[in-house]
């Protein structure tokens, strides 16, 4: 398995054309960017092409799920706006070339039901796997815990593989990320043996505390041998606080794990 930096989160006190190149040099193979549309995609793609770095990773436009709102996938409301993000994500993956890109459900909006809302997202998936899979693009879908995102639509293994189902659709996977099933309780491996063969993407942080790996609670060792077990031969995106001595300081854990295979 290949591990790449979350350049939304680590390296952060550099621009972000350099934080490609300060990840190649501590030693990710390839980096991921929640939202990285106000950079020019031409600009990035130069970036990671001089630092010899893939993208792993984007998400959607989720207008203003990242400042309380309900973003955009699954409100009724919105559909134009969900449009428009979806022609954004399409033209700059165009040139940026990511391997997936994440479509994040938000928040469940006061009014709507959750059925309608349900409705909603699960078109706006379809519609987004049909047309990134005419690049050669996977979609993938994340539940996130409602502990630091309350009335976030999708939180559980159990609700993603429901949308999977429904939606039906051989370009959307999951994304799995482990701290935020291990921040509310969820059995990790138990989640990886419902989505086996469905998930497209893992993220991780230790728990409690979204840090690096060995600063909580949380045995990476068994989990990872269940993804390798289930068939996973995906990325693994780090994307955690790396704390106030800096990313660099917090990188002890990256070597162990190569050397643990």
């Known amino acids: ?61 989720a207008g203003d799920l990242l400042g309380g709102g309900a973003g955009l996938a699954a409100v009724p409301e919105r559909q134009a706006e969900f449009d428009v993000a979806l022609q954004e994500a399409l033209s700059y993956a165009a040139m940026v070339r990511p391997t997936c890109v994440n479509v994040l459900p938000g928040r469940l909006a006061e009014g709507v039901s959750r059925e309608r809302a349900l409705a909603t997202l699960i078109a706006n998936l379809h519609q987004t796997a049909e047309a990134f899979e005419l690049l050669g693009i996977r979609v993938l879908v994340e539940a996130i815990n409602p502990l630091d995102m309350p009335g976030f639509l999708l939180n ?85 606080l790396p704390g106030e001595a800096g990313t660099q300081a917090g990188l002890g854990w990256l070597a162990s794990w190569r050397s643990a295979g």
Request: glycine share 10%.
């Open 156 to 240: 559980t293994p159990g609700q993603l593989d429901e949308v999977l189902r429904t939606v039906s659709h051989p370009n959307l996977a999951a994304q799995y990320d482990l701290y935020h099933m291990a921040r509310q309780g969820v059995d990790l491996l138990a989640g990886i043996e419902l989505l086996a063969g469905r998930i497209g993407h893992v993220q991780f942080a230790d728990c409690p505390g979204r840090g690096a790996p060995g600063t909580g609670q949380l045995e990476f060792g068994p989990v990872l041998a269940a993804l390798k077990r289930t068939g996973y031969r995906g990325w693994l995106g780090a994307e955690y």
């Open 1 to 61: 398995m290949k591990i790449a930096a979350n350049l939304s989160l680590l390296f952060t006190e550099l621009p972000l054309c350099e934080r490609v190149v300060a990840a190649a040099a501590a030693g990710f193979d390839g980096v991921e960017i929640q939202f990285p549309f106000e950079l020019a995609a031409i600009r990035l793609k130069e970036a990671l092409q001089a630092a010899g770095m893939p993208l792993v990773l984007i998400n959607l436009p």
